[in-house]
């Protein structure tokens, strides 16, 4: 489990002795039981088995897929997957690929819905860019939502990853984009699901692997 869910968990649980304490009442004491299990739910933090394959691009994220689209970047041509992540899928972001971090830029934004395209440029983000061994680079983001107010990255610029290794989380709603080489193969479709650090969203040709 994040830290997080253990902070939210305790703080409603010492609410719920307080009300009980000072009112003696059961039921005004359920409300902040009810969300100190909520919060426990939502910060969970399951192991997932990592693809040991070379040349796949795993997940950074768990929701649904919303797009997989070819893409025209200031560095030539990509593509594009995105997933949006609601108030029910663990929240917590792996790395797609092994390497070294390149980049790593946080951005000031709005909290438009997740679901809403334009949220990929214009709301608060992270946007970390990782190279592999072979040269190849994978960016993801993470995109805050309507609900989202925060965004964790625990690695820095330099550092290096490893392909599923736990590098942040968003909080609650919220939205992962991933750009991907023009070449890569896409393995996943819109409307599937898929699970960070695990499911498969692509796989580079043969002789090109990360």
């Given at each position: 489990?994040?830290?997080d869910?253990?902070?939210?968990?305790l703080?409603f649980l010492?609410?719920a002795?307080v009300?009980?304490w000072l009112t003696?009442s059961?039921?005004?004491a359920?409300?902040?039981?009810?969300?100190a299990a909520?919060?426990?739910?939502?910060?969970?933090?399951?192991?997932r088995i990592?693809?040991?394959?070379?040349?796949?691009?795993v997940?950074?994220g768990d929701?649904?897929v919303t797009e997989?689209?070819?893409?025209?970047?200031?560095?030539?041509?990509r593509k594009?997957?995105?997933?949006f992540?609601s108030v029910?899928?663990v929240?917590?972001?792996r790395?797609?690929?092994a390497?070294v971090?390149?980049s790593?830029?946080?951005?000031?934004?709005?909290?438009l819905?997740?679901?809403n395209?334009?949220?990929?440029?214009?709301?608060?983000?992270?946007v970390?860019?990782?190279r592999?061994?072979?040269?190849?680079e994978?960016?993801?983001?993470?995109?805050?939502?309507?609900l989202?107010r925060r965004?964790?990255f625990?690695?820095r610029?330099?550092?290096?990853v490893?392909?599923g290794q736990?590098?942040g989380?968003?909080?609650?709603?919220?939205r992962?984009?991933?750009?991907?080489p023009a070449?890569?193969?896409?393995?996943v479709?819109?409307?599937?699901?898929?699970?960070g650090?695990?499911?498969?969203?692509a796989?580079?040709p043969?002789?090109?692997?990360?």
């Open positions: 489990m994040v830290r869910g253990y902070i939210y968990g703080v010492v609410l002795v009300i009980l003696g059961l039921w005004l359920v409300v902040p039981v009810a969300l909520f919060f426990l739910w939502f910060f969970r933090d399951p192991e990592i693809p040991t394959e070379p040349g796949l691009i997940s950074p929701g649904k997989t689209a070819a893409i025209n970047t200031p560095d030539g041509p594009r997957i995105s997933i992540l029910f899928n929240h917590v972001n790395a797609p690929i390497g971090l390149t790593v830029r946080y951005q000031k934004g709005q909290y819905n997740a679901m395209p334009a949220s990929a440029e214009q709301n608060e983000q992270n970390a860019t990782v592999g061994e072979d040269g190849i994978v960016t993801f983001k993470q995109i805050a939502g309507l989202a965004i964790v625990n690695c610029e330099g550092e290096t490893e392909r736990r590098v989380l968003i909080k609650f709603g919220s992962v984009n991933v750009i991907l070449e890569a193969e896409v393995r479709k819109v409307g599937q699901s898929v699970e650090g695990s499911s498969v969203l796989a580079m043969q002789g090109k692997s990360l």
